[in-house]
């Protein structure tokens, strides 16, 4: 990264008051930066004129309809009608029954393609939901937006959970569900947003129809679970639950295959293997083992700390090419490197001293390292 987009970010984050701020402004700058990426700018911007994204104020709240007025009256004339019992014994109400499916359905008759999310707390207007066609040009219509680069992420979240929200009040799952929710739940990964993907592919799991991308999909939850393992202490009842019920023909398809390799790579304590695989994740993989990469790079440090003692040896490295490696990453052993997962990050050598390695002249001082998982806690040591 450049000095300038450095500074440019310690700016950004200087006007944060709260953790809630920050975690805002780390979606925004994620954003921008991975927009500069993908189209070559990231060099040839100038951080230091780009002025600091805005932190979005919370929507007001919407208006009461008209429906939910009457609905309120109607409360407010039952219970004030109410009077205190005549006897000790207080007549508790009659259990309703639920309405059924086809009485609560909502029939939307909005055209409007974007629309603030609200949270429900009354009966939905038909007024302000949309009905399926109009779903559908909106959710073009964001997909168009969003690869132009033309939107942030928290604006993009917002509208697709409206639009998640309009599908659910009228009872759609269909093919159009389908594409919604796995559009989210890539949105969401892409910009490091574990609880919306989390609810995406809950509920792709739960409508199991026969669109989309299921093998896609599956792959992920897999990660995911996996990465639950190492940054939540989750235990691995659900990961192993999801293996057992794999359906045959996900055991032939390659993103789940490889799913499944890196369970088996981590179960194993094989890193060089994790990776590798890492670095051949398909679709969207990488996305969530970058999550807990750096997780995985400290519990291997702390495991070759231990087994090579006192230090790591420049005569290990036996051939020519590993010798200039060495010398050009100043005197770093390129096993270690290789083990860490580190051959693609040009600041690697900071990343070992980060956790806690002692490297001076020509050695690592594995003896003297004192590997410590604190230091990595509230930032990405690569970033």
């Not at 409360?75 to 009077?83: I, K």
């Not at 996305?287 to 790591?312: C, G, T, V, W």
């Not at 290990?316 to 590993?322: D, I, K, P, S």
Request: charge should be positive.
């Amino acid at each position: 990264m450049p000095d300038s987009l450095k500074a440019f970010a310690e700016r950004a984050f200087s006007t944060c008051g709260t953790d809630g701020d920050r975690g805002a402004m780390q979606a925004k700058l994620h954003a921008m930066i991975s927009r500069a990426l993908h189209a070559g700018r990231l060099h040839a911007t100038d951080w230091a004129t780009v002025p600091v994204p805005a932190l979005e104020e919370p929507p007001s709240k919407r208006p009461c309809t008209d429906l939910e007025r009457q609905q309120r009256d109607k409360r407010a004339e039952r219970f004030s009608s109410l009077s205190a019992p005549s006897s000790s014994r207080v007549a508790l109400p009659r259990k309703k029954e639920p309405p059924s499916a086809e009485r609560t359905r909502v029939l939307g008759t909005c055209a409007d393609l974007e629309k603030d999310y609200f949270r429900l707390t009354s009966a939905p207007d038909p007024a302000t939901i949309r009905p399926e066609p109009v779903l559908e040009a909106a959710l073009q219509a964001l997909k168009t937006k969003w690869r132009i680069g033309g939107v942030d992420y928290a604006w993009m979240c917002n509208q697709l959970k409206s639009i998640r929200q309009d599908l659910t009040v009228q009872g759609v799952k269909t093919r159009l569900a389908v594409n919604v929710y796995e559009t989210h739940a890539r949105v969401a990964l892409e910009n490091s947003d574990l609880n919306e993907f989390n609810q995406c592919q809950t509920q792709l799991k739960d409508l199991s129809l026969p669109y989309g991308h299921p093998m896609e999909f599956l792959a992920y939850r897999i990660l995911y679970y996996l990465y639950l393992r190492f940054t939540a202490d989750n235990d691995s009842s659900q990961l192993l639950r999801i293996l057992a019920q794999l359906p045959a023909d996900a055991w032939k398809d390659d993103a789940v295959r490889h799913a499944i390799a890196c369970t088996q790579a981590v179960n194993a304590s094989n890193y060089s293997l994790f990776f590798k695989l890492l670095r051949e994740s398909p679709f969207m993989g990488q996305y969530i083992l970058d999550m807990f990469a750096d997780r995985i790079r400290i519990e291997a440090a702390q495991k070759i700390a231990k087994s090579h003692r006192p230090n790591i040896p420049l005569d290990a490295v036996r051939c020519a090419f590993f010798w200039w490696l060495l010398v050009r990453d100043f005197l770093i052993p390129p096993q270690l490197v290789r083990q860490l997962g580190l051959e693609d990050h040009p600041n690697h050598r900071k990343f070992l001293r980060t956790i806690g390695f002692k490297i001076e002249n020509r050695l690592v001082l594995t003896k003297d390292s004192k590997i410590d998982p604190s230091r990595l806690a509230h930032s990405s040591s690569l970033l």
